[in-house]
Nanobody, 124 residues
Framework: QVQLVESGGGLVQAGGSLRLSCAASGLTFSTYHMAWFRQAPGKAREYVASIRRGAGNTYYADSVRGRFTISRDNAKNTVYLQMNSLKPEDTAIYYC?????????????????WGQGTQVTVSS
């Protein structure tokens, strides 16, 4: 059974940093593309960042490029999201996803498995 468990969320002041982790089990982690999405209250889930299997190419939404960094440790079956210079508009529940479909990296349907999410709140 595939499980993705996010951690590392919390309350932080604007300009601060957080590091999210997503631990995966029940799958061959190195063969999956991994991604972070987020959902703010009353809004649709939106793409944040992703990292490919293999070469580990990374991609970012324009809103977070230069502030967030996605990385993975295949030995630990874990994907990370380092978030710096946080803004109140980054407040959301952050979800990690795993998938192997041949779809655009920011397409939600690319990812078959999702975690339960971790809350990030940025105060002004």
């Amino acid at each position: 059974q595939v499980q993705l468990v996010e951690s590392g969320g919390g309350l932080v002041q604007a300009g601060g940093s957080l590091r999210l982790s997503c631990a995966a089990s029940g799958l061959t982690f190195s063969t999956y593309h991994m991604a972070w999405f987020r959902q703010a209250p009353g809004k649709a889930r939106e793409y944040v960042a992703s990292i490919r299997r293999g070469a580990g190419n990374t991609y970012y939404a324009d809103s977070v490029r230069g502030r967030f960094t996605i990385s993975r440790d295949n030995a630990k079956n874990t994907v990370y999201l380092q978030m710096n210079s946080l803004k109140p508009e980054d407040t959301a529940i952050y979800y990690c996803g795993a998938g192997r479909r041949r779809l655009y990296y920011s397409d939600r349907d690319r990812y078959d498995y999702w975690g339960q999410g971790t809350q990030v709140t940025v105060s002004s």
